[in-house]
């Protein structure tokens, strides 16, 4: 089984920004809107290659979209799968671009 390699940036969409993302980061993990189809491996290696950073484990979540009432009916927000990474002790990744 050949794995289809994608470039690193086609992986990871963005950084999640937000109260509980940031309070882990305290803990050597960030967190990652990502690619649907993307695997465990390959979002590993991705953020290994744009952040030059070692990644010790890797999480992933598939959120399904809320259900939302409009005017005409119902809709649906957009589904995401997020992904949770810990680097090695003693390193951190610049997510604020400080």
Known sequence: MSAIHKPSHDVIIKPVVSEKSYANSDR???TFLVVPTANKVQIKQAIEQ???VK???VNTLNR????????TGFGQRVSQKRA????AKGQTIDIFGN
Request: aromatic share 10%; net charge positive.
């Open 28 to 30: 050597g993990q960030y």
């Open 50 to 52: 744009i952040f030059n």
């Open 55 to 57: 990644v010790t484990n």
């Open 64 to 71: 399904a979209g809320k259900r939302q009432r409009t005017r």
């Open 84 to 87: 949770i990474v810990t680097v």
